[in-house]
Nanobody, 124 residues
Framework: QVQLVESGGGLVQAGGSLRLSCAAS????????MGWFRQAPGKERDIVAA????????SYGDSVKGRFTISRDNAKNMVYLDMNSLKAEDTAIYYC?????????????????WGQGTQVTVSS
């Protein structure tokens, strides 16, 4: 199994940048597709970014394309989300997720493991 712990959330001004980190445990980490999801108040949890096991394929939700970058370091069992040009509407709880059996983790229902979430608040 995999356990995920997010960090790096906090308060940032609009237009600023923030890096979220997801530390994973489990010897099979490198075989898992990984993703970042977020959930704002009153909204469903939705995809932010996804990355395949090797890091060669990346996908993004429409609202963050061109602003966010997902990456992974399998040697360190880490996944990152670099967020740039942040907007107030990016405010949400951000969750790290892992899935096996999928090339691209884009749906909440595909995830096998979830982190506890980290709050990102963007002030305008």
């Amino acid at each position: 199994q995999v356990q995920l712990v997010e960090s790096g959330g906090g308060l940032v001004q609009a237009g600023g940048s923030l890096r979220l980190s997801c530390a994973a445990s489990g010897r099979a980490f490198s075989s898992y597709a990984m993703g970042w999801f977020r959930q704002a108040p009153g909204k469903e949890r939705d995809i932010v970014a996804a990355i395949n096991w090797s890091g060669t394929t990346r996908s993004y939700g429409d609202s963050v394309k061109g602003r966010f970058t997902i990456s992974r370091d399998n040697a360190k069992n880490m996944v990152y989300l670099d967020m740039n040009s942040l907007k107030a509407e990016d405010t949400a709880i951000y969750y790290c997720a892992a899935a096996r059996g999928f090339d691209n983790l884009m749906r909440t229902t595909d995830a096998d493991y979830w982190g506890q979430g980290t709050q990102v608040t963007v002030s305008s």
